[in-house]
């Protein structure tokens, strides 16, 4: 999932309008029970999943409100969303009420007037609902014109091209590579031509490579494809929209030496047409105009800046005419059939809004009017000829949590609790400090990307107090054994991409090593003196002397190489080894010094180990803890250096939902808990009806 991370940073948390009324509305003392049934409805919503439990605690919690009408207002608005979630036409009748009945709550009434589709409470519930709600769900794709097929790519599936039928419910594979065992190459970002019956996708060769392919999707089973365009100096190519004509289609290119650029490749021979050279970073999407004229996209405002900009241009690349300039972030989500009007998704609002911009010949008309007050996504996946928008979003959510650990019983000693009270946008990469008082994590910003935060939670007062490096990717930061600063690898905001040091005081940002970004985290030594990463070829391990910049081999193996876990002693490395010849997962101890490594356990690739953010060593260096997974069933077990069997510990896994990092004294153990997941959304009937003919 590299290339979407890298665009829209995961899984994008859906934040509504209701939770930031929540926020502002004042506490007073006989409304504290309808805010506490309406507090424990929001995380049955949006951390359980349970619409049915929601609804039922949100209807108590709009009794409880009695003469607080903003609350229950609020409240019924939060409870239509649910009942609009499972497809249930109560959610109307609920709108209806809050616009009949709380006609003084300006911010409800507007949120569920446009739920409504407009300002009659008699009309129709907006369409708004979930197509496709997994498993496998990706926004790597696009949506056909009659909203019927949806491409994406099957990551469990080892990265092959997939066609969705959401009508049918049913996959069809237009790529046909074998396991992650036997080979790396994968399909990317692809685009269905306008009359349904090509795609064109991005693919990642054997050789490391990308191409452009295109391949037909009539009829059945797996088709041929063709390579349309390839080069040795291309880093990462994405399609994003083919010209209605059928002559073009829209690319972000991103060339080896860290430009990029925009262009247009000819669906016939391949050629390449270079419209604009761009910041690195990109349009996070390209749409052609229905008339096959115009290509719209969105860029960043400048290299230091987390604003977003939308602009238009001729496809001969004559004229470029800024459509959308704000101080916020602006993305481009698609047009209107018939080209009247620009879509774009803005936070100017604090939440994500869907808007809308009257366009002629080229030129912005007017004022953007806003027509979704929260869509909760800002990633398009195109229009179907009927006007609904399809997106990729992110439901649920994730929390940090922390539990007391007993290693020598191998459990849990009391029940888990969460260590940040605060709603959160799919935190991620936990540490702890080294004198254990602290714990830190990445946090993204409003729209599901850049900007990064580094928040650091106090252990011993719950204060929280927020870092913000001035990195556009940030992997996952590591405490420094003297807790001054952080280690993680990334990309600054001029493109260069490698391993920083980030001040633990101010968040400034040094870099260490520029370069191609390491694909393993990097790691300290316990004296603070050396790093250790992965090389991007994932199968060797470099170390590093700060003071000298020296840098020397540990080992280089024919197997892949997981990420570099050094030990509290100093003296090994940890790791995950994955062999395809052998279609083994191996627990690997590779001395610092040098020599061969040595096995602890060896798994099957079916049921292997966790490579990335699934270990961690006992402070005496005497046992490492791993992450057994098999499918979506997942295990901790504790493999002991020297003497001693690896053991499962009693530890249940159900509720988590990534990594963890023990304590440095052992008897703490924090991880993220939760169920965050994908769904594929199509908003309707937000655009003018076409004035009827008589």
């Known amino acids: 999932m590299g290339a979407l991370t890298s665009h829209v940073e995961g899984n994008m948390k859906r934040i509504t309008i209701t939770l930031a009324l929540a926020a502002l509305l004042p506490l007073a003392a006989e409304d504290k029970k309808a805010n506490v049934l309406l507090q424990a409805a929001q995380a049955k919503e949006t951390v359980q999943g349970d619409l049915k439990g929601a609804i039922e605690l949100y209807g108590q919690a709009v009794k409880e409100a009695g003469a607080n009408r903003a609350l229950a207002a609020k409240t019924l608005v939060q409870m239509a969303e649910c009942y609009q979630r499972m497809g249930d036409a109560e959610s109307g009748k609920i709108y209806e009420r809050v616009v009949r009945e709380y006609a003084d709550q300006k911010e409800a009434v507007t949120v569920a007037r446009a739920r409504l589709g407009g300002t009659d409470s008699g009309v129709r519930v907006k369409g708004d609902r979930p197509v496709w709600t997994g498993p496998k769900v990706d926004g790597f794709g696009t949506i056909s014109p009659d909203g019927r097929f949806l491409s994406y790519v099957d990551w469990a599936g080892a990265g092959n091209l997939v066609l969705r039928d959401l009508v049918a419910g049913t996959d069809r594979p237009l790529t046909n590579k074998g396991s992650w065992a036997e080979s790396r190459e994968q399909a990317e970002f692809s685009t269905i031509s306008r009359d349904g019956k090509h795609l064109a996708y991005a693919w990642l060769n054997d050789k490391d490579r990308y191409e452009l392919r295109i391949v037909g999707v009539q009829g059945t089973g797996i088709p041929q494809s063709r390579r349309l365009f390839g080069n040795e100096d291309i880093g990462n190519i994405s399609p994003y929209d083919w010209s209605p004509d059928g002559k073009w289609i829209a690319v972000s290119v991103h060339r080896k030496d860290g430009t ?34 115009y290509i719209a996209y969105d860029l960043s405002a400048s290299d230091t800046s987390e604003e977003r900009d939308v602009f238009v241009m001729r496809i001969d690349g004559s004229r470029e005419t800024a459509a959308v300039i704000h101080p916020s972030q602006n993305v481009i989500m698609g047009w209107s059939p018939d080209g009247a009007h620009l879509l774009f998704a803005s936070d100017r609002t604090r939440s994500i809004a869907l808007w809308k911009l009257s366009f002629v010949e080229g030129k912005p008309q007017g004022a953007p009017e806003m027509v979704k007050p929260d869509i909760g996504s800002s990633y398009s996946l195109g229009l179907s000829a009927s006007g609904a928008l399809y997106v990729w979003k992110g439901v649920g959510a994730v929390e940090i949590q922390v539990a007391p650990l007993d290693l020598s019983a191998g459990k849990l000693m009391a029940a888990p609790v969460s260590a940040v009270q605060r709603f959160m946008d799919s935190p991620q990469h936990l540490d702890w400090s080294p004198d254990g008082k602290y714990l830190s994590y990445v946090s993204r910003g409003p729209l599901g990307g850049w900007p990064y935060s580094l928040p650091i939670r106090s252990m011993e007062t719950g204060q929280v107090r927020e870092l913000r490096p001035r990195l556009r990717n940030l992997g996952a930061p590591r405490w420094s054994p003297d807790g001054r600063s952080f280690l993680t690898s990334g990309t600054d905001l001029k493109g260069r991409s490698g391993i920083y040091q980030i001040d633990a005081q101010t968040g400034e940002a040094s870099p260490i090593l520029v370069g191609p970004t390491p694909a393993a985290i990097p790691q300290w030594s316990p004296d603070g003196k050396r790093i250790y990463y992965r090389a991007t070829g994932r199968s060797a391990f470099l170390e590093r002397d700060l003071a ?32 395809a010849s052998s279609k083994s997962s191996t627990v690997l101890l590779i001395p610092v010094a040098g020599g061969a490594p040595r096995e602890l356990l060896r798994l099957s690739l079916a049921e292997g180990f966790q490579m990335y953010r699934g270990m961690a060593w006992t402070p005496d260096s005497r046992a490492v803890i791993v992450t057994k997974s098999r499918g979506d069933r997942r295990e901790l077990w504790l493999v002991p250096v020297t003497d001693g069997q690896p053991r499962k510990l009693d530890i249940d896994l159900t509720n988590w939902a990534g990594g963890f990092r023990l304590h440095p004294d052992g008897h703490q153990i924090t991880f993220l808990a939760g169920k965050a997941t994908s769904e594929i959304w199509a908003l309707e009937n937000f655009l003018p009806q076409p004035a009827s003919k008589h």
């Open 260 to 293: 990029a650029q925009i262009g247009l490749v000819a669906a016939q021979d391949g050629a390449l047409r270079v419209l604009k050279s761009v910041d690195w970073r990109g349009p996070t999407k390209i749409f052609f105009s229905p008339d096959s004229k």
């Open 548 to 579: 000298s910049g020296n840098e020397r081999e540990v080992i280089r193996l024919p197997s892949r190489l997981g990420e570099v876990n050094v030990s509290p002693d100093g003296r090994t490395i940890a790791t995950i080894s994955e062999e």
